[in-house]
Structures are given as C-alpha cells and as structure tokens.
C-alpha cells in the first residue's frame, strides 16, 4: 500500500475538522475524495502530504511512518494544493526550473515524466505564470509537482476553474500518470470525475460516509431511483415532495430526480402526474450516479432512522 | 545543496527584479533621501534671494553689495527703486530677504557718522530669517571695519560663526539617520513582506514539502536584500561623501562592518515579525509602526534624544537605528575604533542574536 491511514484527527479549537478517516490507496490507483465544500478534504490533504500534524491517527505514506519519518516522505511525494501556489512573476520554465533544481533533478533527465502534462505549455515557457489560463496553469502546478518523480501524488482539487476539455485532458494524463505506478489522491467536487476514479470516497462533516469503486458504491444506492423530463422542471418539485411515496425531488441538471424508499408503479405515477396538472412529462426508472448516492447517504446521516 | 542554495537566490533576485515598483523604491530612495536632506531639509544656506534697495548709489553702496555676495550666502536678484517693490517681491516668494541702504551711505561712513542699513527678512520662516540676518551682520560688520581700517572694530567682527560651516554638522547628522532608515526598509520590512507573500500565496508550504532544510530558506530568501542593501549603505556614504563633503576620520572595514551588522540586525526582524504574521498586510504594518517609527522618530535621527521626555529616551534604548547612528558617527565624525564603541556594537549584536533565536523558536516544520 502506497498510502495507508487510520483514524486522522485534525481540530482546529472547538472545530473538528477531520474526524478519524481510515483508508488505503495502492500504488498505480487513483483514489477519488468528494464531498461539499468544509467537509476537511484540505485538511486531511494537508495531513497526508505532512504539511500539518493530525492530532490523532497516523499512518504511512510512500511506506514512511507520517509523524516520524516526515522528511522522507516529503521528498517521495508530489502536492498541488487547492490554489494555484506557483510564483506568478516567474516565467513557466523558471517555476519548472526553480522546483526540479529544489528537489535536486535536472529537467532533461527527468523531461520523460512530465513530457505529456509539459508539452501543451512549450510555446508558453517565456511568459509569466500569472498570465497563463486555468488550464495551463493547472498543468504547470502538475508538471512541478511530478519533476521529481514522486511515488505519490496528492491533488487537491486540481480541475476547479478549469474548462472541460482541459479537464479531460488533465484526467488523461492522470491515467497515465496512474499506469507509471503513481498512487493518486485526487479531490474533486465534480462528480463525472469522481466516476473516473479507481476508488472513490465520499467525505463530509470530517468523515468518509463511504468508500469503495464507482461501480460499487452506485450498486449500494439504497432507494429506488426515477426521472421526470419536463420543461420548467423546478416548478414541480413542491407537488413531487408533497407525494407521500416521493422520498427525495431534486433538480439533477435538466430533469427531476426522484427517490422513493419502495418501488414506484410507473403507469399510477404518470397518472398521478397528469392528475395533478404535470402534461408533457416523461416519468421513467434511472440509473443512479455518484451525486443521487452522495445525496442518500447525506440524508441517511442525517435522519439515521429514515430508512 | 549548493545548487539548490543558489536555485533559490536566483529566484529570489528574480522577484526583486521583475517587481519594477519595489526596485525603484530600493535603488532610488537612498538617492532621494541624501539629496532631499542635504539640501531641502537643512537649516544652512547658500545663495539666498536678496533684494537691493539701494537708496544711496555711491561707490561705497556698491562695494557693500558686492561683498555681500561674494561670501556666496546671498544673491542678488532685484535692484529697487521703490519700496512697494520689495513688498510685491516678498509677497511673491521671490525673495527671502532685502537691504536698503540708506541715501548719502559713502558720505556718512567717511564722515565717521552712524549708518543705519534696514535689513528685512521673511518671518514666515523664522529660523530662516534669523540665519540670514545673522550672516548679514556679519558681513555689514567687517565691511564697516574695512572701510574705517579701525583696529578696535576689527576685533570685534571676528565672528566664530563665519568661521564654522554649519553644512558640516548637519551632514554627519542625517548621513547615519538616512542609512538606518534605508536598511531598515529595505532589510526588515522587504523582508517579510517577501516571506509573508510566500506564505499568503500558499508557496511557502510547497517550499516546507521539499527536500529544502528552513534555515537554507531563510538565508536564500535574505541574501539578496544584504548585499542591495549593502550596496544602498555604500551609496548614500558615498554620497555624504563626495556630494556633501563629509569627511571620513575612522577605519573603513569597522565602518563597513558595523553597516553590516546593522544590516544583519534589521534582517533578524524582519524575518522575526514574518514568522509571526500571515499575511503582507500585517506584515506591511507591523514594520512600519514597530520598525520604521521608531527609526524615524525615536533615534536622535530627526529629533534630539535628549530632549524627549522620559520614558521615551528610555523606549529608544530598544530602537536599534539610534545604536547605529551612535556607532557611525562615532566612526565617521571622532574616528572611533572598537574600544570606544563596544557598547553599540555589543548591542546591535545582541539584539541580533535575540530576534535570530526567536524567530528560530517560531519557525515550524509544520502549519497550524
């Protein structure tokens, strides 16, 4: 296991930030963390990369023990922090430059690792890295933070502010990035990326609701899930919740995702439906993704007994 | 590691270079301030406006107003035949003071009878005018005993304050005074504003995450702000110098090193007020009211020590600017070496040791 933490603390006075997380990420995986903002997935990054010392817990990272042997962890590991935390008055090649030569590597040798995260910025290398877009500096921040081959590599939020075909990207280099053997932990907030994951967990209020892969975490979706297609769709979601089946309404981008705790009749809800002034929609079963589950089991936290 | 070491200082030259602003503050002050000092805030004068009112017109008249000039103090810039006109002259800045010389001067002064020269000066500035009307005095005096050839008179226009140059005192005054405040700024309050920004933009964790022992930070990080200001401590010495005519009694290495120790004690805070604050806005302020008040204020740089009250002669007992202005002076003025000064050094080095050892206390392997 390249990464194998248990029971982290972190409080900062009256405030836990962290609540004992547990998890294990093997090398050549990449483990997906989501959740809402405040849910301490940057204080747990902090701890991870030896930044800030939990107050409880411990573990091991790139097989070094996180309290005591902190140092060599630091020069095994690569950190993109969740705001841009290069030098904006140094030009791309000085920042690249200036952090292969603090960690003691020269670029040639190492210009293999970071080849495919670099390349798009070689016109570039001539401008300063406060005048570069999002995406570009997202992929400076990571070609920094992988010139001295880490074995592990910690990003927090690194898509944020990024476009989507930079994003993809991003997630193309980092299967890539993935297949050298690299353990990755990723934080993202978007949840197609979490999907992307090897292993993805779901962390809020200090601790992980969950964890497992996608395809597991959505086979444990605890209710039953359906869709409603219709124009104006947030018009409706006071009706939906007034249903005494309906479990959940809410808007997931163009359409109404409904749960309920049973399974619903399609043909008696289409009717309801119409009966209630809802024409023109289009009501059917649905798979669930990672934001109906994270949804559920935010809930289930909430109202424990709700089930 | 000495790559890396010189990795850093590269970058930090590059930061100071590409802030055009900040360069120009740091190169220019130094110059800005000897020249503001040396000649705008100066209680001596050379060539004050004069207007002549010359009531007399003999060759006597004359001879006054040439000498008057000819000691460099005054210029004439207006003869008038009015006495409305020196009022409008006045009225109009034009001039700072004006001599009417009565009518019959030449004929009055051979016929051993008493002159009475008017002498009208600006009392918006009184220190200004009382200079002048004393150097005027002066000069009316020994024309007067020129002109008799009476040895009684003679004797008593000997006055010491022809002799003096007062440019002289004002200069080893401000000379010291500039360079504390330069350092100051350049070493302290650059300083951790220059940490401070690194930890506000999230760069200094990525500096704390790598292989980088913090010492070699710190000392990465300071090292080109001693040898600028290094550098600005030599120019505006320089200047005192050749601009200024200052004159240098004491040993150039103990005046060389005590700018560098000074330099070093300015650093210390500098990195010990950024070990304790955030951001560069508490940073900024933090050292303009804990360091540069101070030197400004409680020095002796600008207002005398000795007439403050108290309790503030004691506080300026912990303002490392007034030891260094004891310490240069000493150098430069009374040609001093270690053994009279070893109090300012010991506590400029002390003080040094102190805030370098705290700031070592402070300074974590972690984030709170």
Known sequence: MSIQVHGLVKRYGPLTAVAGVSFEVAAGEIFGLTGPDGAGKSSLFRMLTTLMRPDEGGGKVVGFDMLDEFLEIRRRIGYMPDVFSLYEDLTVRENLNFFARVFGVRIEDNYHLIREVYEPLKPFEGRRAGHLSGGMKQKLALSCALIHQPQALFLDEPTTGVDAVSRKEFWDILYRIRARGVAILVATPYMDEAARCD?????????????????????????????????????????????????????????????????????????WLVDSGVTAANFYPVQPDIEDLFIALMDQKAHPTGL | MVATFWAFVQKEFFHILRDRRTLFVMLGMPFALVLLFGYAVTTD??????????????????????????????????????????????????????VVIPSHFGESLMGCEPVQLQLLS???????????????????????????????????????????????????????????????????????????????????????????????????????????????????????????????????????????????????????????????????????????????????????????????????????????????????????????????????????????????????????
Not at chain 1, 221 to 248: C, D, F
Not at chain 2, 143 to 157: D, H, K, Y
């Open chain 2, 122 to 368: 600006d009392g918006s500035e009184p220190n200004i005018a009382l200079t002048l009307v004393s150097y005027m005095n002066d000069i009316s005096t020994r024309f007067v005993n020129e002109a008799l050839g009476s040895s009684a008179q003679w004797l008593i226009s000997l006055q010491p304050r022809m002799v003096y140059n007062p440019a002289l005192r004002s200069v080893y005054m401000f000379v010291p005074g500039v360079i504390a405040v330069v350092l100051m700024l350049i070493s302290a309050m650059l300083t951790s504003l220059s940490i401070a920004r690194e930890k506000e933009r999230g760069t200094l964790n990525l500096l704390l995450i790598s292989p980088l022992p913090p010492l070699l930070i710190i000392v990465g990080k300071v090292l080109p702000y001693v040898l600028l200001s290094f550098f600005n401590a030599l120019v505006i010495i320089g200047m005192g110098i050749e601009v200024f005519g200052m004159r240098m009694w004491g040993s150039w290495p103990f005046l060389l090193l005590s700018c560098l120790l000074f330099i070093l004690t300015a650093l210390s805070l500098g990195v010990f007020i950024s070990t304790r604050v955030r951001t560069q806005q508490t940073a900024l302020f933090a050292s303009l009211l804990g360091l540069m008040l101070p030197t400004v204020l409680l020095s002796g740089y600008i207002f005398p020590i000795e007439s403050m009250p108290t309790p503030l002669q004691v506080i300026s007992n912990v303002t490392p600017a007034k030891w260094f202005i004891i310490l240069l002076k000493g150098i430069m003025l009374k040609g001093g070496g270690l053994d009279a000064l070893w109090v300012p050094v010991a506590v400029l080095s002390g003080m040094t040791v102190f805030f370098i050892l705290l700031s070592w206390k402070s300074f974590k392997l972690h984030v709170e």
């Open chain 1, 199 to 271: 292993r993805l967990a779901l962390m809020q209020q200090g601790r992980l609701l969950t964890q497992g892969t996608p395809q597991a975490l959505l086979e444990s979706y605890p209710h039953h899930l359906y869709a409603i297609e219709v124009a104006q769709p947030w018009r409706w979601l006071e009706l939906l919740r007034s249903h005494p089946k309906v479990h959940r309404a809410v808007l997931a981008g163009e359409v109404i995702h409904v749960s309920s705790l049973e399974p619903l009749d399609l043909t008696y809800m289409r009717q």
């Open chain 2, 45 to 98: 004068f050379k060539h004050a406006s004069v207007a002549v009112y010359d009531q007399s017109g003999d060759m006597w008249s004359q001879r006054l107003i040439h000498q008057m000039q000819a000691g460099g103090y005054f210029s004439v810039v207006a003869s008038v035949s009015r006495k409305e006109e020196i009022d409008r002259l006045f009225r109009q800045g034009k001039i700072k003071v004006a």
